[in-house]
């Protein structure tokens, strides 16, 4: 077992992975949310949805997210991830505006372009962060960690931010990953308790500027890549 230190960019490597954890947590399946009416929050409404959502872009905002970090915004993000017309979610935009989005249970995410709004610490941009019961007073908080906070097999990732709060084994999981979709650009994760980014079986194609900072295991770990 390698490991990579803990304030680092991305530095691809292969490495062999033995850690604590059960792998067959990461291959659930989590229920994907029913699409919903529009709940505008923010400075939208639901005209503006309307035409964001024609011209293929959902931002989480319309369907119901806060980030506010105070807010339990899983079930409005997935929501959006599955949302698109049809069906039809291949490749199609889902915006993501800076703010705190309290997660209280892992993502799993088709094949979208996830996209928030970068900021090169968890002091402003888009953040997504595990809802600790030891600091979040929300009925829906985490008192066990996550296997993951996001996973994707297709798709795109930029601008965002990860913050496991000590709740999440690892922040980004890319498994079974192939093709020239797949891109990450923009990437800060820290508070894991495993790794900050694991790539199982994935194909690296367009990895730029992915941090791992603070976390209390991996930085970047790959298997069978």
């Avoid at 599955?82 to 997660?103: E, N, S, T």
């Avoid at 019961?133 to 931010?161: E, F, R, W």
């Avoid at 495993?194 to 500027?209: G, K, L, R, T, W």
């Amino acid at each position: 077992m390698k490991r990579l230190t803990r304030d680092a960019h991305v530095i691809l490597t292969t490495l062999t992975l033995a850690t604590s954890f059960v792998l067959t947590a990461f291959f659930a399946t989590p229920t994907q949310a029913a699409k919903p009416t529009w709940q505008p929050t923010g400075n939208l409404d639901a005209l503006t949805c309307e035409t964001l959502y024609a011209s293929g872009v959902l931002n989480v905002k319309c369907f119901g997210a806060v980030g506010d970090g105070k807010t339990d915004d899983t079930d409005a993000i997935m929501a959006a991830v599955y949302g698109h017309k049809q069906g039809d979610f291949f490749l199609k935009k889902v915006f993501v505006p800076a703010g705190r989005y309290l997660i209280t249970r892992p993502m799993k995410l088709p094949a979208v372009r996830l996209e928030g709004e970068y900021h090169w610490t968890l002091n402003a941009g888009t953040v997504f962060e595990v809802a600790s019961c030891a600091k979040h007073q929300i009925d829906t908080c985490v008192d066990s960690p996550l296997p993951y906070v996001i996973q994707m097999h297709a798709g795109q990732a930029h601008n965002i931010g990860i913050y496991g709060n000590d709740m999440a084994a690892v922040g980004y999981f890319s498994n079974n990953f192939s093709g020239p979709i797949h891109q990450m650009h923009n990437m800060y994760v820290t508070g894991t308790l495993e790794m900050a980014y694991f790539f199982h079986s994935s194909e690296v194609a367009d990895f730029q500027n992915l941090i791992a900072a603070n976390n209390r295991g991996h930085g970047f770990v790959f298997e069978n890549c």
